[in-house]
């Protein structure tokens, strides 16, 4: 009878789990922590100063050869290095391009977890805690929105795509998307993907879903009742607006469309009770995509797809015999594959879960306005400033704004410029056929002099 061979405490292939897992993870994770600290006071601001070339080159410098022929044991320390010391950091209140969160401590911690354990969620008997976890969080999350249930995604174009299929499927292979022009682009993709006919882009000329354009619209496909799926949006990418949901709710309702809502962006503001009644009609759609990597401080991935109807996901479910064979099934045993359209997929819930439990509805409500008001602040700053122009109020968060009297070509310069230097992350947006530098601000830990900092600079960039 052999025995387990398990290797010296300082041996490179010791496992995550098992009862050596906590010994082996302990020192590893203080070489991390120290090199993530490394790295970021080596990069010293936002993002690594150079441009793509040089970070290029300083991270094949640190890798040297990609599989040697035998391993270097400081590895660990000198990759995470180089990738903390090339990294655009949304911890930093002067990255602040996209929708693009620091993650909470808390929820990081969580992820650990499940890199540790390394549950699967295509069988029962791989991720059986995980699978009730799972099912517990995904309907509380659903019923937060008005919705029944939902499922897991990768975020928003995964959302996106499923709420299509469904819909697809639901009512048949000619149903018609009908987006605004602000739409997602993950939308019309997903649309070419499922072979679905071209979608109508209904124009959105303010940055939200011109209403009446869209009666126009439904009134023009009145033909195909029942075969049409109207996708708005709760949060747009640009400036995140939000799209008038009641109204479009009751234009789905009386020509008897089928109403998705994007809220990737927006869907946070559920949390927040001074802003919640931003979304009131996202209770009316079939469908709704929320990404609590953005408004929900998780690390990536942390995507959802609600659904009014739960019978909907009957059409994911397949049979694999080695998953779950229908004896299995009938014993009770949970079948998952029809709860996504990956098979192997880690339980990103864990750290959704523990960060609900932590934080409570209060705590991350908390976190929403704080970002809010910052926005707002922001946004007075640049108005009281001649030196700059305001394109509007902030919705949620995202804020745009440009030099007076640049050109878009010089606005353009001054985002790379800033992102050359590594000294600031802006993000760009067309609207109004002019070019805004955009700032999206995900860090509830910014503070008032961080923005004037970051105006400061931008100005400090802009030619003369």
């Given amino acids: 009878m052999s025995t387990p061979c398990t290797p010296p405490p300082d041996h490179p292939a010791r496992l995550a789990s098992g009862p050596d897992g906590p010994h082996a993870l302990r020192p590893l994770l203080d070489i991390v922590l120290d090199a993530l ?43 995470v290095h180089a990738l903390a010391e090339g990294a655009a950091d949304p911890a930093d209140p002067l990255c602040a391009a996209h929708l693009h969160c620091p993650p909470l401590a808390v929820a990081t911690a969580a992820d650990l977890a499940v890199s540790a354990l390394n549950p699967s969620l295509d069988s029962w008997d791989q991720a059986p805690a995980a699978s009730a976890l799972e099912a517990l969080v995904t309907r509380a999350l659903a019923h937060e929105t008005g919705l029944a249930d939902a499922v897991v995604t990768t975020g928003g174009t995964e959302s996106n795509q499923l709420a299509l299929l469904l819909a697809r499927e639901s009512c048949g292979s000619g149903v018609r998307l009908v987006c ?23 124009p959105a000329p303010s940055g939200t879903l011109d209403v009446a354009a869209l009666h126009g619209a439904l009134t023009d496909l009145g033909g195909t009742r029942g075969s049409v799926v109207v996708a708005a949006t709760a949060g747009t990418t640009d400036a995140g607006l939000i799209d008038p949901l009641p109204q479009i709710a009751g234009l789905c309702a009386a020509h008897g469309a089928r109403l998705h809502i994007d809220a990737a962006h927006g869907g946070g503001l559920l949390f927040s009770e001074r802003h919640r009644d931003k979304l009131t009609g996202l209770e009316a759609a079939h469908t709704v995509t929320l990404d609590l990597h953005k408004l929900g401080w998780q690390p990536v991935a942390a995507g959802l797809l609600a659904v009014r109807h739960p019978r909907d996901l009957a059409v994911l479910h397949q049979r694999a015999d080695y998953l779950n064979a229908g004896d299995d099934t009938e014993a009770g045993l949970p079948d998952l594959l029809g709860r996504s359209l990956r098979t192997t997929r880690r339980p ?36 009281d400033h001649p030196g700059f122009e305001l394109h509007d109020r902030p919705t949620i968060s995202t804020v745009l704004f440009r030099p007076a009297g640049a050109t878009d070509h010089a606005v353009a310069a001054v985002r790379r410029r800033l992102l050359t230097e590594g000294r600031a992350v802006l993000g760009r947006a067309r609207l109004d056929d002019r070019l805004w530098l955009k700032a999206t601000l995900l860090n509830p830990d910014t503070r008032t002099e961080d923005l004037a900092a970051l105006l400061k600079l931008v100005e400090g960039s802009t030619p003369r």
Avoid: M, Y
């Fill in 37 to 79: 600290d490394s790295g970021r006071r080596a990069r010293g601001g936002p993002l690594p100063a150079g441009g793509p070339e040089a970070v290029a080159d300083r991270v094949r410098g640190a890798v040297g050869e990609v599989l040697p022929e035998h391993g270097d044991p400081d590895a660990l320390r000198g990759l």
């Fill in 348 to 383: 990103d819930v864990l750290k959704i879960a523990v960060t609900l439990k932590v934080l409570g509805r209060s705590g991350l409500g908390a976190l929403v306005d704080q970002v809010c008001t910052r926005a707002r602040e922001f946004a007075d700053l640049i108005h």
């Fill in 180 to 202: 605004g022009a602000n739409a997602h682009h993950s939308l019309p993709r997903a649309a070419w993907l499922l072979g679905l006919p071209d979608p109508v882009i209904v």
